[in-house]
């Protein structure tokens, strides 16, 4: 038999999608799953998006892409980056990929050698740890306290730094936690990574426009310029555009980073779909405010949850600034048995029994690397999350 790379062996199948697949299987049985774990918003992309990719395929814009991104595209990405972020990128420091997951991706096999270590935040995405693996590299995770509201303390990071360190990795608003940073707050991260020339910093701002109570967003290198010059700022229309299907993330950074990460790029990609290319120079170009009009509806949803989770008795949740996610802590039910008879050891036995017995798709804090706490998802009509807090209640006050 044939055997595989060892490199396979780094690389877990990510918690989310083992609970999307047993909502699959409860589904295809005719089961009504009420799910709480999808990572992507329920908006429809834009009608200007999808007008400009058809007006592209009839065009006859179907051959090979440009792989940095077409000049339209960089173009629009400039201005976003100006115009968002106050940031100022000509089209050489900006590239785009199938995602930010491979601009992320492309950025460590470009930078990383074997045994370099990258610095996250925690908990985190699932997929950055794993991604800093196959890259050869060695994630190490600074845990972010429920009490800090799972914010990056300056201390936490200074001690985390080693002469290995290669990266550092922020993602504020945050999967899995919402929390988001204030410009003092971001201020006093910078303030340590000055103190650390040989780090690169990379940050990932997906939930940008994904953002509650007039909380202002900020990226680092917009806070502290100084930083401009090792920063990668990753970002993407995934999550603000309602375009996860598109597969188009961008970044912005020094010129000799992007043509580093750009080298990877010409090898495993062709380029971004050219059909792509042009529904995200639409939607950058385009009337931005429909992320403001989303993010009031994101809000709504956040604070009614909120409000179901407090009436819960044993359930604590902060109240986060942004992303679409809530991280309650589930600590008191440890130790309980639930009405169907399972125990509850962890906080992977609290999802599986709130999936078998109530059919609510969450995903456990251990994914994330912290326990125990659950990662709601309210990217999810009022409808489906009326029942789905209705469910995890009864579950809750079932556990005995
Ligand atoms: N970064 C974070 C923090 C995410 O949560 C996700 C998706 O869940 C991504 C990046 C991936 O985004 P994209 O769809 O652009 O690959």
């Given at each position: 038999m044939p055997t595989f790379a060892d490199r396979l062996k780094n690389v877990s199948v990510s918690a989310s999608v083992a609970m999307t697949q047993k909502a699959r299987e409860?589904?295809?049985?005719?089961?009504?799953?009420?799910?709480?774990?999808?990572?992507?918003?329920?908006?429809?992309?834009?009608?200007?998006?999808?007008?400009?990719?058809?007006?592209a395929a009839l065009a006859g814009d179907t051959k090979y892409p440009a792989i940095e991104g077409t000049p339209a595209l960089k173009m629009a990405i400039q201005r976003k980056f100006q115009r968002d972020n106050q940031l100022t990128y000509e089209p050489n420091q900006i590239l785009v990929a199938g995602g930010g997951k491979q601009v992320i991706f492309n950025?460590?096999?470009?930078?990383?050698?074997?045994?370099?270590?990258?610095?996250?935040?925690?908990?985190?995405?699932?997929?950055?740890?794993?991604?800093?693996?196959?890259?050869?590299?060695?994630?190490?995770?600074?845990?972010?306290?429920?009490?800090?509201n799972f914010k990056l303390q300056p201390e936490d990071l200074n001690a985390a730094i080693t002469p290995r360190t290669k990266w550092l990795l922020l993602n504020y608003p945050s999967n899995p936690t919402g929390s988001a940073c204030s410009r003092a707050e971001m201020a006093a991260i910078a303030e340590v990574m000055l103190h650390h020339p040989e780090v690169w910093i990379m940050t990932?701002?997906?939930?940008?426009?994904?953002?509650?109570?007039?909380?202002?967003?900020?990226?680092?290198?917009?806070?502290?310029?100084?930083l401009y010059e090792r920063t990668l700022t990753v970002n993407g229309v995934s999550k603000a555009y309602a375009m996860t299907g598109w597969r188009m993330g961008y970044c912005g950074g020094p010129q000799e980073l992007i043509r580093a990460v750009s080298n990877v790029n010409t090898q495993n990609s062709?380029?971004?779909?050219?059909?792509?290319?042009?529904?995200?120079?639409?939607?950058?170009?385009?009337?931005?405010?429909?992320?403001?009009?989303?993010?009031?509806?994101?809000?709504?949803?956040?604070?009614?949850?909120?409000?179901?989770?407090?009436?819960?008795?044993g359930l604590s949740c902060h109240k986060p600034e942004g992303a679409f996610y809530l991280f309650p802590n589930i600590a008191e039910f440890i130790g309980r048995t639930s009405r169907g008879g399972r125990k509850i050891g962890n906080d992977t036995d609290?999802?599986?029994?709130?999936?078998?017995?109530?059919?609510?798709?969450?995903?456990?804090?251990?994914?994330?690397?912290?326990?125990p706490f659950v990662r709601l998802s309210y990217a999810t009509s009022q409808a489906m999350l009326e029942q789905g807090c209705d469910r995890i209640a009864e579950f809750c006050a079932g556990l005995r």
């Open positions: 409860l589904t295809a049985q005719g089961v009504k799953v009420i799910s709480l774990s999808s990572g992507e918003p329920d908006f429809p992309t834009p009608p200007h998006a999808i007008a400009a990719a058809h007006a950025a460590m096999l470009a930078t990383l050698n074997p045994g370099d270590e990258v610095v996250i935040p925690t908990p985190a995405w699932i997929s950055y740890a794993d991604i800093v693996k196959f890259a050869g590299g060695v994630p190490v995770p600074v845990p972010c306290s429920q009490a800090n990932d701002d997906m939930y940008e426009h994904l953002i509650y109570d007039g909380f202002e967003f900020c990226t680092i290198a917009a806070v502290e310029p100084r062709g380029g971004v779909c050219t059909l792509t290319q042009a529904a995200a120079t639409a939607v950058l170009n385009g009337p931005q405010e429909l992320l403001a009009e989303r993010a009031g509806v994101y809000q709504q949803r956040r604070d009614y949850v909120l409000g179901r989770l407090a009436d819960i008795q609290f999802c599986m029994a709130l999936m078998e017995e109530h059919h609510v798709a969450t995903v456990q804090g251990a994914a994330y690397g912290l326990s």
